[in-house]
């Protein structure tokens, strides 16, 4: 049976009644969860994160995926914090995204490959890597993955998100872009990336939270939210990253200013695909650090 195409005003009908539909479903199976069985998601801010520039601090990165991680999992340690997701025998590939106009920042990718190293990996057993997964022996052998990419609004998905950043793993990505890239959580199911993603890492530092007909990328719509998004949930990360996309499109426009191409294979990768939550319902989100413009 041929599915249906989602439209633009399909979408704003799902965002209304998406988190019905999440708590219809279970949490995110090894998700950290926090009470009643939500999936826990932090989201951690430092004014500090980026200059005036938008060079991100290396120093604050690090402290701020630190005390998210501590968060995520309860653990009052970082370095224990990331053993309990990272075993010292794992082979480790950090997924990023190397996007020209806002890339995965390096002071994250580090960050991330620092304690990754304190759980105990050795150095030769990681990789960081975007569009050459495929052919990368550590990814291939992989154990274990971190998912780490910076929000946008994006002209085929809508939304470039956790979800989104994993299409290089399949040798044509063209194959998902269909219905404004609906079917993005099938790729979680294929074996070289099932079970393996430990945690999620959505980059909300300088997001792009809206491009006007068909260009893809306009620094006026670039804003220093100065933020991660951290959880072991990708649906449930992605969803509170649209969340706080969609409310700065309002506060800049006065009204809602959903995205060219809907975003609702992050809705989809839920009720259609069960792969985790978007449900604001079944969501716990911890808010650390600074709170000014926080929008959700």
Known sequence: ?????????????????????????????????????????????DPNAVDAAGTPSAAVIQRMLDDAVMALVGEKDPVKAWQTMIRPDDIVGIKTNGWGKLPTPTQVEQAIKR????????????SIDDRG???????????????????????????????????????????YHGDSCADLAT???????KGKTRLNILVMLTPLFYAPGTIQYDKQYVWSYKGLIVSRDPVAADATGLRVLLA???????????????????????????LGVSGEDRIELIKLGWTEGILI
């Open 248 to 274: 700065k499109g309002r506060e800049h426009f006065g009204q809602e200013q959903p995205p060219r191409m809907s975003p609702h294979h992050i809705f989809l990768a839920d009720t259609r695909h069960h």
């Open 133 to 175: 997964v495929l052919r990368n022996p550590i990814f291939q052998n992989a154990t274990a993955l971190i998912n780490a990419r910076p929000a946008r609004v994006h002209q085929w998905a809508g939304m470039g998100s956790c979800l989104k950043n994993y299409i290089q793993f399949v040798p044509r990505p063209s194959d």
């Open 187 to 193: 790729i979680w199911s294929l074996p070289h990336v």
């Open 1 to 45: 049976m041929r599915r249906k195409m989602l439209t633009r005003r399909d979408f704003l009908k799902v965002a209304s009644v998406a988190p019905l539909a999440g708590a219809l479903l279970p949490a995110l199976k090894g998700a950290a969860a926090g009470p009643e069985g939500k999936v826990r998601v932090v989201l951690v801010r």
């Open 115 to 126: 304690r990754v190293m304190d759980a105990g990996v050795a150095e030769g057993m990681l």
